[in-house]
């Protein structure tokens, strides 16, 4: 989906020389460090999550032959499970394109191997766990995407296999209502490409969320150049210190000449936020069918691990399972996280109000006081000598509201938000040969919204 013959030309060389170990205080780690150092907060601990994620089931995934004989690539779907475990994902929601996962009985589309265990039960499967050597456990769900991104789906929805198809390509209110009817949260992708008046309409219809960021889009050339108004394949010559076999950078830090904020997508985020909640997530849309080829640290470009090593979805839960997770998302208790730049400790916004605590995702009356987290960099996050600096700011409305942390007094009713940005002095050892170009700000985090007074 994401090749190009001009791509596949620049990098016909990559993988001919050898990775550089760096002079580091933290050494870089090819997996993400457990959850648990960044605590509970009010009862609520954080899970990670990845949203928008594609299996064998998906007929563009595994460079687009996801089915040999007729069946999943096991090579590619066991590269996947390494993926989860390595970055420690705890909710992977599946969301396969109807192409093939349409024409499969739904219990096939958890591909359980064995010693997975089905939840709640094999006999009503709405999640398959499987445990990791690193004694991690993992939980992934199954859903669609197409014109519409339902996650945890309890079921398919109704119909012989050609109608199941029919109908998840329906990106109307009554494609909705029906993955709504099948027990998903129904997201929008691509919300980069998207018209306003179509999505106020899905929202009325009872959308869930929208993606605020999506992998995909920061390498399309069409949709980069249509979508997002940046150079075709600007990105090619942004990572060419991480890629090229004669540079020197950490090749996992490709992303950082991909990331920025993508405008359209938050802009119609804010647009959908003051009519109503509307929960922002990361779709990560890894299908390992971008770039075969190999990088100077032996893997393949856009391997699941890296894919998924790249950002992902915090989500404030209480408990452990399916529902739980489910849950969250719906509830807009989420962060998203771009973990290749280092864990975030400490990204928080609520608001007290009343004698009350509203959590993001929240509707609140006027008059509260929101709290805003001061992050630091976990201090086991990889890292040089140097420290980040770390800025927060505080949105209402979509535009700047307040600069900094702590006890920001709202200012009447509306929509606030956090994001917190670093400038990765950090990661200067991983950085390549001139680590200053990428001293800038980068996003690092966005909160969930909180609504206020509306």
Same mark, same amino acid.
């Given at each position: ?109 958890? $591909? ?43 079921? $398919? ?32 992708? $691509? ?25 995909? &889009? ?168 140097? &420290? ?67």
């Amino acid at each position: 989906m994401w090749r190009t013959l001009s791509i596949l030309a620049l990098w016909s060389c990559a993988g001919t020389g050898e990775l550089e170990e760096p002079t580091s205080e933290r050494a870089w780690n090819g997996g993400l460090e457990d959850l648990e150092v960044l605590g509970e907060v009010r009862g609520f601990r954080f899970a990670r999550s990845i949203i928008h994620l594609h299996s064998p089931w998906s007929h563009d995934a595994c460079d687009g032959e996801p089915l040999p004989d007729g069946s999943p690539d096991l090579d590619c779907l066991e590269d996947l499970r390494y993926a989860l475990c390595t970055n420690r994902i705890e909710a992977a929601f599946l969301t396969d394109h109807p192409t093939h996962a349409a024409f499969q009985p739904y219990e096939d589309l958890f $591909h359980a191997q064995p010693g997975d265990t089905f939840l709640p039960s094999a006999s009503a499967p709405i999640a398959n766990a499987f445990d990791c050597d690193n004694g991690h456990r993992v939980h992934w769900m199954p859903g669609i995407e197409d014109e519409l991104m339902p996650i945890g789906l309890d079921a $398919h929805v109704p119909g012989d296999a050609a109608q199941r198809d029919q109908t998840y390509n329906d990106g109307s209110a009554t494609g909705l209502q029906a993955a709504v009817d099948a027990g998903g949260a129904v997201l929008i992708n $691509h919300t980069e490409g998207r018209e306003s008046a179509d999505l106020l309409a899905l929202q009325d219809a009872g959308l869930t969320g929208v993606e605020i960021f999506n992998l995909h &889009a920061m390498f399309a050339p069409d949709i980069r150049q249509d979508d997002l108004g940046l150079e075709a394949l600007g990105w090619v010559e942004a990572t060419r210190p991480f890629i090229h076999p004669d540079e020197t950078g950490e090749p996992d830090l490709m992303f950082i000449g991909l990331l920025m904020e993508q405008a359209p997508s938050i802009e119609h985020w804010d647009t959908l936020l003051a009519r109503g909640p509307m929960t922002g997530v990361g779709g990560t849309d890894a299908h390992r069918n971008a770039i075969p080829l190999e990088t100077r640290d032996g893997e393949r470009f856009d391997s699941y691990r890296r894919s998924l090593r790249w950002f992902s979805n915090h989500l404030l839960v209480e408990g452990e399972g399916p529902e739980i997770y489910e849950e969250a998302v719906r509830a807009g208790r989420v962060h998203l996280v771009f973990e290749a730049l280092g864990l975030p400790v400490g990204v928080e916004l609520s608001l007290e109000a009343g004698g009350e605590t509203y959590e993001i995702g929240s509707d609140a009356p006027e008059g509260g006081t929101l709290t805003v987290g001061c992050p630091s960099l976990s201090a086991d996050s990889p890292q040089g000598p140097r &420290a980040p600096e770390i800025t927060v700011n505080v949105y209402k409305d979509g535009e700047l509201f307040h600069e900094g942390c702590g006890e920001v007094a709202t200012d009447g009713d509306g929509v606030y938000r956090a994001r917190v940005d670093v400038t990765p002095f950090h990661l200067e050892p991983f950085l390549g040969a001139t680590p200053e170009v990428y001293f800038e700000p980068y996003p690092w985090a966005y909160t969930n919204a909180i609504r206020v007074g509306l």
